[in-house]
């Protein structure tokens, strides 16, 4: 599982996940549980490099044969103008949306990928989701589409909020930030029907009033950027101890990777794994594609529009 975190302040946003996949298998009951947790995977992506403009993802770990990470990579062959069937997904520096990018990605996830891969499979399918955001070409601030992919069956992308707002989205394990931020677990609403018998109807309403008031209002439009980007880290780090120490498969670990994402900054890797160096790795009578990330490296290593 996971936890994937959008944040959005006046000055650009910041996205942070941990970097743990569970590995499923069937109970003797027939209830899917963890037989394996890995802590390396990748769940914070940039969609085009030198772009503004990322990804995050949650839920199942791959499609078929080929896990998130790498189709994300085969995506932004695509968006960079380097998979000569598909010239025209490029993503062009003067007209580029991220509206255009999130549809983009559940064209190729979903529509070429999933339908294909699960179009038959007998048991029930796998949960996927995806937060694509970042800066539109000439915009001022931020966009933030989510992708929900539960069952076999796609919503989104939908806006998360109007461009002009700010705030923050959660997803994969919410527990332990919905008892912090929002002051209640998932769990209560169908408690209170069950237990006292409250109405559905009545529960909407008293959800909807009672919410407000207690929610933590831990997100300012006027924010620094390095204060969001160490509130991200917080509550990543919140959920992978709250994973550690509740019953079951801690499925919420690893290092976390945060990605920050400004107007005049760019993509900004502030942590990431690595599971290589240059110094092993020679480069030497081969050029990639693309320059392996850096901490430091981000839009400021301008890329030459194809």
Same mark, same amino acid.
């Given at each position: 599982m996971t936890i994937a975190i959008c944040l959005k302040i006046n000055d650009g946003l910041v996205l942070a996940a941990d970097s743990a996949t569970?590995?499923?298998? #069937?109970?003797?009951? %027939?209830?899917? =549980? +963890?037989?394996n947790v890995y802590n390396n995977a990748n769940k914070v992506f940039n969609l085009r490099k030198s772009f503004p403009i990322g990804a995050i993802t949650w839920g199942a770990g791959s499609i078929g044969q080929a896990s998130v990470s790498t189709i994300i990579k085969d995506l932004r062959e695509r968006f960079t103008g380097d998979d000569p069937d598909h010239n025209h997904w490029k993503l062009k520096s003067d007209a580029y949306t991220v509206e255009q990018a999130a549809n983009r990605l559940k064209e190729f996830v979903y529509d070429d990928l999933y339908q294909k891969e699960f179009k038959d499979f007998p048991h029930q399918k796998p949960d996927l989701g995806?937060? =694509?955001?970042?800066?539109? +070409?000439?915009?001022? &601030?931020?966009? @933030?589409?989510?992708?929900?992919?539960?069952?076999g069956l796609c919503t989104g992308p939908r806006r998360l909020r109007k461009r002009e707002e700010i705030g923050m989205t959660w997803a994969g394990e919410p527990e332990a930030l919905n008892r912090l931020i929002l002051g209640q677990s998932p769990m209560l609403p169908g408690l209170l029907q069950a237990q006292l018998s409250v109405q559905p109807a009545q529960m909407a309403q008293a959800m909807a009033n009672i919410l407000p008031l207690i929610q933590?209002?831990?997100?300012?439009?006027?924010?620094?950027?390095?204060?969001?980007?160490?509130?991200? @880290?917080? &509550? =990543?780090?919140?959920?992978? #101890?709250?994973? /550690?120490? !509740?019953?079951?498969?801690? !499925?919420? %670990?690893?290092?976390?990777?945060?990605?920050?994402?400004? #107007?005049?900054?760019?993509? /900004?890797?502030?942590? /990431? #794994?690595?599971?290589?160096? /240059?110094?092993l790795n020679p480069e030497e009578g081969f050029k990639p594609k693309y320059e392996p990330d850096k901490p430091d490296q981000g839009v400021g290593d301008k890329e030459k529009d194809k």
């Amino acid at each position: 599982m996971t936890i994937a975190i959008c944040l959005k302040i006046n000055d650009g946003l910041v996205l942070a996940a941990d970097s743990a996949t569970a590995i499923l298998g #069937k109970a003797p009951t %027939g209830q899917l =549980v +963890a037989i394996n947790v890995y802590n390396n995977a990748n769940k914070v992506f940039n969609l085009r490099k030198s772009f503004p403009i990322g990804a995050i993802t949650w839920g199942a770990g791959s499609i078929g044969q080929a896990s998130v990470s790498t189709i994300i990579k085969d995506l932004r062959e695509r968006f960079t103008g380097d998979d000569p069937d598909h010239n025209h997904w490029k993503l062009k520096s003067d007209a580029y949306t991220v509206e255009q990018a999130a549809n983009r990605l559940k064209e190729f996830v979903y529509d070429d990928l999933y339908q294909k891969e699960f179009k038959d499979f007998p048991h029930q399918k796998p949960d996927l989701g995806f937060i =694509v955001a970042g800066y539109s +070409a000439g915009a001022s &601030m931020a966009d @933030e589409f989510q992708i929900d992919i539960q069952n076999g069956l796609c919503t989104g992308p939908r806006r998360l909020r109007k461009r002009e707002e700010i705030g923050m989205t959660w997803a994969g394990e919410p527990e332990a930030l919905n008892r912090l931020i929002l002051g209640q677990s998932p769990m209560l609403p169908g408690l209170l029907q069950a237990q006292l018998s409250v109405q559905p109807a009545q529960m909407a309403q008293a959800m909807a009033n009672i919410l407000p008031l207690i929610q933590l209002p831990v997100v300012l439009p006027a924010m620094p950027l390095q204060d969001a980007i160490d509130l991200a @880290e917080f &509550m =990543v780090d919140l959920t992978v #101890k709250f994973s /550690r120490f !509740t019953p079951g498969a801690p !499925t919420v %670990g690893g290092p976390i990777e945060i990605a920050a994402i400004s #107007k005049h900054e760019g993509f /900004r890797w502030i942590q /990431r #794994k690595y599971y290589f160096t /240059r110094e092993l790795n020679p480069e030497e009578g081969f050029k990639p594609k693309y320059e392996p990330d850096k901490p430091d490296q981000g839009v400021g290593d301008k890329e030459k529009d194809k």
